[in-house]
């Protein structure tokens, strides 16, 4: 039994993802398909790189997770099969992979060379799943492409920190269904740079001097009234490990959450000051 | 093989999902998983209730029920499992179970304390899943947590009855895909007070004399221009068992549905007058 | 093992989805029941016809495909079963099945007839389902219902010719999640009525003399700024075999799609003129 992800812009009105979960269960009827998301943003890689590298790690090793942003074939457009993790990722070399493989080494990366004659307009149906169900059923990389040692990276999902290393620019990187919005800036970065120091976070004109690890800690202890927070702004680190600035109990549709509220949208800048001064300019919280 | 649902608040789009599915297939690889809703309005108890309520009766005995809904621990919202009706519910204690356990009694309910040190902002992953497969392997509940008696209940979901058993007053449940309006008054409940009298039911400013078993009753036998009738209003016992405001054929996105048209939200009261008078002021229909 | 699917315009919110797959997996725990799309425009039948059209083939040979849109028991709407091409298809006989059985010709009609006096308001949940485990289990369309000869056929989705033969009038008959135009003209017509000879394609005001294979043909060989071409306008044949208007990486939520931004709606006219003179008025392409 092999364990198949997909995760695209195909958005899950249109045939294609039946098309391709009907191709992949004709070829091994006993796979376990299972939909990260079609819900990308058109053509929106940074934010695939982020849901790919945000949940693939949950599912057993082996898994095989296809990812179907912006994959048609062209010159400038590879498709790649990468082994890293001990997860195989199947995906055009647009910098999808490279918010993972940033961190993790790939054991293996091949350029899929198994494209025949057909042009192809769907290629995560006529290659991806081909390419896929070779992987499930045992089959060594480099039978379907040419070994290669690079992949396109993605530059604008890497923060910058100032010469003085008290500075951290980030950015938005992604806004989540609760519209909360989440920076580039992980809590790994966060914790190296600022070495302890009390620090400033500035976002859009808002800023915050604490950053929560859970959003009812804003409610303090055994509070009477927890829903009187409902709709205050605060900065916590997710469960992905990101800095991401939420608003308390947020929904979209009704009152509207950070994004909307703080108006922050993908790519703005988030930056984060530190300071060792003893005397700053604002209360530390505790 | 054991039958895991989902219902969360999460979206589609954003990793969460995915995160979750991948760590109950880590731990055991031949669950079934089955999607029931992740497009709860966020935090909203009320639309869970009577979601999980209408559909998990439909699964096989022994499915397990993650309820991902406003689920962050807190001294006010602890996190339980209920066994009930053989069906077992991981959720948190906000009242999101007391629609079914209204009716049915809970053969057990505990409070989930495998909550070690880490503080969680993500508790579906990080416990209901845990909890999950416990059960699904066989796990007994007092070993996961302290066996209680009660949770929490939901006040609004109870339409009242006057004094001189003649008026129902209720409200608006939810409104579903189409933009039909459920109200919190069920079948049982119309019968009960009713008692075969006439009746008037009262939305916002429109009325209904009669409650139909099928949308399509209203074109009556043989018709010869079905299509006439589309867009026409009517009050219908919904498959759920509850009564309902419903547009014949409607559409949200282009004709609107009977929340749009009729101009009913969430939680606007729906009132019904029962008469024992012989001549009532409007004409009974057949 | 069998695969089930399901195509319908529930939407993923309400209890509808996850009451039908439990009811499946009660009457058939081992079933693998696969979402085609629950996305379609409320009762809008052409779309269903498309969807269906494009995605039953990829799978294994004797999937049952249950569809529900516009599936309420009538006199006007009877329920059918239907085998063709070595797939069963559960449905309304409202003209669905007319798009693939227009090019196929069923093996097997039934009307089926296992209604009891029950009436419902529900009849995916509470006929379809039945039926379609019915057939898993190996069982004949004949047990359950009447062997008939026709179905209802949806005549909008015809393009027409005219007398000349040089001019197909045909119409949008679909907008995907990219806001992409598709119209009910196939590769295989266009083909049979042009002849390979010169064309003009008028969509509202618009027109287009070549029809491309892949979205990026657009941008030539080895380009340097394939982005200079988002937003241009192309037609394509798709991977579903017809003619589409297109925008090259277009996003409806953002810049707009070729519906929004040509101005293309269901069922507006996309007309083919078809050209023999030796110095037609525009420069054909290569």
Chains 1, 2, 3 share one sequence.
Do not use: W
């Not at 191709?23 to 790189?49: C, M, Q, R, W």
């Not at 849901?51 to 898994?63: D, H, L, M």
């Not at 799943?129 to 499930?136: R, S």
Request: hydrophobic letters at 40%.
């Amino acid at each position: 039994m092999s364990f198949i992800t997909l995760t695209t812009d195909f958005g899950t009105k249109d045939h294609f993802v039946g098309a391709v979960k009907g191709a992949i269960y004709s070829e091994l009827s006993d796979a376990k398909i299972v939909d990260i998301t079609h819900e990308i943003s058109p053509f929106n890689i940074t934010e695939t790189g982020y849901i790919i590298k945000n949940s693939y790690k949950s599912f057993p090793e082996g898994t095989i997770h296809i990812i179907g942003v912006d994959s048609e074939l062209s010159a400038d457009n590879k498709h790649i099969a990468i082994e890293l993790d001990n997860h195989f990722f199947v995906c055009p070399d647009n910098g999808i992979i490279s918010m993972i493989a940033s961190e993790i080494q790939p054991t293996k990366i091949v350029e899929i060379n198994i494209h025949d004659r057909t042009v192809s307009s769907f290629p995560v149906l006529d290659i991806f799943v081909q390419v896929a169900c070779f992987i499930a059923r045992g089959g060594n990389l480099t039978v379907i492409g040419k070994e290669i040692q690079e992949f396109k990276t993605l530059v604008e999902i890497q923060p910058k920190v100032n010469q003085k290393i008290s500075q951290i620019i980030g950015g938005v990187l992604y806004i989540d269904n609760y519209g909360n919005v989440i920076t580039n800036i992980s809590r790994k970065m966060f914790q190296e740079i600022g070495k302890g120091r009390n620090f400033k976070i500035t976002a859009s004109r808002y800023f915050f001097t604490k950053v929560h690890d859970k959003y009812n800690e804003i409610i303090g202890k055994n509070p009477k009234e927890p829903r009187q927070f409902d709709g205050h702004k605060l900065a916590i680190f997710n469960s992905a490990g990101y800095l991401e600035i939420a608003i308390y109990r947020s929904n979209l549709n009704t009152v509207g959450g950070a994004s909307t509220l703080l108006g922050l949208a993908y790519r703005d800048p988030i930056i984060i000051d530190f300071f060792t001064e003893s005397k700053p300019e604002y209360t530390p919280l505790s």
